[in-house]
């Protein structure tokens, strides 16, 4: 039996799942704590453990232990490459832990080249930090310099047209300190001069992201960005002992989760998809997402078929108060049954212990539904497009910002929050529905689909090397609600 073990390192937990390549379906999988305070290898540990607990023994463990280089009924009590890791053929890796990989991006007009620069640094996995327009002032290089982000995105200007701007840019992150990565994909006849002045950095050179109005091209940035994520950003992250023990950490964790958005897509069709995280939110589209009616106006820059956005104020924990705020206690409370002064109470026990899960208690669980709710409710509408309806001397028409996916059909939810939730498809009701904003472009009455298994990171990432058992085994795991 040949087997993989995907691990994703979440900001939260970490989360296994181990694979039969040869059958095509999940052995296991498990979940524990993800230490990143201290070590990330100890939460793998644990996670480890459990997932042995989970499958037992299989066949590739019986091999070992007749040759006496593993007991398949002993648990490990570290993270060691000669013992529980032996047992799988291979093993892949993804992770948000630790802030995921925290990016900038600067371009010269807010609504084009800047706006398509966040679009790739989020396409690309990222938590986009801030994004900068025109030139760089002496605050935007405070801030940059005291977040220090791990890949700056340095982009302005058509090919051809203004080159003052990115190389003004160019020159002011120059004497920041410390230095970090910098992709620039900006006009290409600024690109090898910027180059130069960012001689103290480690640069790179892409095609520029917009190089001319209403074209788009980020893949090769997108590229680039997981290239130096594997290069330089995990060995900042405190990976230790498990470096080692992975054959590759292919991609941060939403870009494997966007991968699998765009393999399943191509079985159930255009879908939206939302991952309820402790830190984060992150909400998928797959689907064009064009005007319904000819005579709806378009604005600002295309949209990609497969779109990320990432709510980073508003998770399950670390970032409660997020949705707190958002949403307002009364909501809260209204939704969770409890009153406002206990929801208050409550909120702020689970913004210190991040850790902590309902296991049982009424309370803790009538809450997390009503947050996972209104997380979903804030994170799709800050996602889909918008329409306004004005009028020209043509008489009334209507102006679409982002996509319309009113007409989507399918929704995919995820996120521990989520897919353990009784009744989830009350809690969709309620964040597509009640107190609807007549100008938002969510879906209207989608299919529920949940990753009942919390596998669609590992499927993603399964799928750079084994695209057709991740879509099986999605067809299996990823199923319709109810």
């Known amino acids: 039996m040949k087997t993989a073990l995907v691990i994703d390192f979440g900001s939260t937990y970490t989360k296994l799942t181990a694979v039969d390549l040869d059958e095509e379906k999940i052995l296991g999988t498990s979940q524990a ?57 291979e093993i892949y890796a993804c992770s948000s832990a630790a802030g995921g990989l925290r990016m900038m991006a600067s371009g010269l007009v807010p609504e084009l080249t800047a706006e398509v620069a966040k679009a790739a640094s989020l396409g690309a996995g990222a938590k986009v930090l801030r994004t900068f327009a025109y030139e760089l002032t002496e605050d935007d290089l405070d801030y940059i310099k005291e977040e220090s982000p791990d890949i700056f995105l340095l982009a302005g200007g058509t090919d051809g047209g203004n080159q003052e701007n990115i190389i ?122 064009a005007p319904l009616q000819a005579s709806t106006v378009l604005k600002g820059i295309p949209e990609p078929y497969a779109k990320r956005t990432v709510e980073g104020d508003i998770g399950m924990r670390y970032s409660i108060y997020g949705i707190l705020d958002a949403a307002g206690v009364y909501r809260i409370a209204e939704i969770s049954g409890l009153s406002p002064p206990r929801v208050e109470e409550l909120v702020e026990v689970l913004s210190k212990s991040t850790d902590k899960l309902p296991d049982g208690d009424h309370e803790l669980e009538s809450l997390d539904r009503a947050l996972a709710t209104m997380a979903i409710k804030t994170a799709i509408a800050r996602h889909a497009g918008t329409m306004e309806e004005t009028y020209t001397p043509m008489g009334r028409t209507f102006v679409q910002t982002g996509k319309d996916l009113t007409n989507v059909e399918n929704l995919v939810v995820t996120g521990g929050s989520v897919i353990h939730m009784n009744d989830l498809e009350k809690s969709i009701e309620t964040a597509l529905r009640e107190n609807r904003d007549p100008a938002s472009l969510i879906p209207v009455s989608p299919k529920i689909w949940v990753d009942k298994k919390y596998i669609l990171a590992a499927m993603g990432l399964l799928s750079t090397k084994y695209p057709k058992t991740a879509l099986k085994i999605m067809k299996e795991e990823v199923t319709l609600y109810g």
């Open 33 to 89: 704590y993800t230490t990143v305070e201290t070590d990330v290898a100890n939460g793998l540990s644990e996670g480890i453990k459990r997932l042995r607990e989970s499958i037992g023994s299989f066949s590739i463990s019986d091999e070992l232990e007749k040759s006496n280089e593993l007991d398949a009924a002993d648990v490990p009590d570290k993270v060691d490459g000669r013992n529980a890791f032996d047992e799988f053929d």
């Open 168 to 289: 003004a840019n160019a020159t002011h992150l120059a004497s920041i300190n410390p230095v970090f990565p910098i992709i620039i994909a900006g006009n290409r006849n600024a690109a090898r001069k910027c180059e130069e002045i960012l001689a103290d950095f480690d640069t790179y050179i892409c095609p520029n992201i917009m190089p001319k109005l209403g074209v788009v091209e980020t893949d090769q940035v997108r590229a680039k960005i997981r290239e130096i994520f594997l290069s330089h950003i995990v060995k900042a992250k405190g990976m230790t002992e498990a470096q080692e023990l992975i054959s590759e950490i292919i991609m941060p964790t939403p870009a494997a989760v966007l991968s699998a958005m765009e393999l399943l897509a191509t079985e159930i069709g255009e879908l939206m998809g939302v991952d309820v995280g402790g830190a984060t939110t992150d909400v998928y589209s797959i689907a064009k997402g």
